[in-house]
């Protein structure tokens, strides 16, 4: 059977590979690599990773990725287990986390557009955004309807992959990561009444038409429509869901809600361009 360390380097991100190409700026190559790969041992920070898996996901011949690794890993930027040699993200990122929050703050750039919609749509919308293995309901907004379809508290952690926003966090990320993350939340699945398979199915589809619609996860007599937030590499920082009982949230009413979604979101993606981010 073929080892992990024999598979071929699989790049993070289609999207980080277009941005180098395309939009970063001359002679960053390096600062894009590093980029890319702090999030990749971000995205499985819990477990943390071996440098051959680092290596292998960033798409980077192992001597390479040594070598960032070691210079990362000696200004603070990444930790290592002294018994297992796993990489996880280091202290000096969290200290420059707690001075950056309070001018990127997802929940303040998403609220406006949220906001609108619930009024425009008069349906209910929810800010999902990731917490490692887990989707968190960051902020929700009530429409006019009547009928209310508040499905998931704020506060609230699911696996990645159980909810609409969730599932659209998931669809936006790299095909070999989004696989792992399912395989590590595999087991907590249940739980919420699904499965690993359901869940690649359910991303499979989501990738196959550039949205989620689907039942929510409570009940099937509430429908649920999803969208990833995503910056200029592709990388998705959040995802704007909405949520209307099974007999209003029809096909051609979805259709709707995700014109005016994506509208809105379009206001989102240039207030992240506009504060730096990529």
């Excluded at 395309?22 to 002679?27: C, K, S, T």
């Excluded at 919420?192 to 359901?198: C, D, I, L, M, R």
């Amino acid at each position: 059977m073929e080892s992990p360390e024999s598979r071929t380097a699989v790049a993070p991100d289609a999207g980080w590979a277009r941005y180098v190409a395309n939009a970063a700026p001359q002679g960053a190559l390096g600062t894009v690599r590093i980029a890319a790969l702090l999030r990749i041992v971000a995205a499985h920070n819990a477990a943390g990773m071996k440098l051959n898996e680092i290596a292998r996901l960033a798409g980077l011949e192992q001597s390479t990725a040594h070598r960032i690794v070691t210079a990362l890993h000696s200004v603070g930027f990444l930790a290592r287990e002294p018994r297992s040699r796993r990489y996880h993200l280091g202290p000096l990122l969290f200290e420059l986390f707690t001075t950056a929050y309070p001018h990127f703050n997802t929940r303040e750039i998403c609220l406006p557009a949220m906001t609108a919609l619930a009024e425009r749509m008069g349906d209910t919308v929810y800010l999902t955004v990731r917490s490692g293995l887990d989707g968190i309901c960051a902020e929700r907004r009530e429409g006019s309807y009547p009928i209310r379809t508040c499905t998931v508290e704020v506060g609230q952690r699911r696996p990645l992959g159980v909810g609409a926003g969730s599932l659209a966090l998931l669809s936006a990320l790299p095909e070999v990561e989004a696989g792992m993350i399912i395989e590590q939340c595999a087991p907590r699945y249940a739980a919420f009444g699904t499965s690993a398979e359901a869940v690649t199915e359910g991303l499979e589809k989501a990738r196959a038409q550039g949205f989620v619609h689907q039942p929510a996860v409570t009940s099937s007599d509430v429908m649920a429509v999803a969208l990833p937030v995503t910056g200029r590499t592709g990388h998705p920082y959040c995802a704007i869901s909405m949520t209307a009982i099974a007999s209003r949230m029809t096909s051609e009413r979805a259709e709707k809600a995700l014109a005016a979604m994506r509208q809105e979101m379009g206001k989102i993606q240039q207030r992240i361009s506009e504060l730096g981010y990529v």
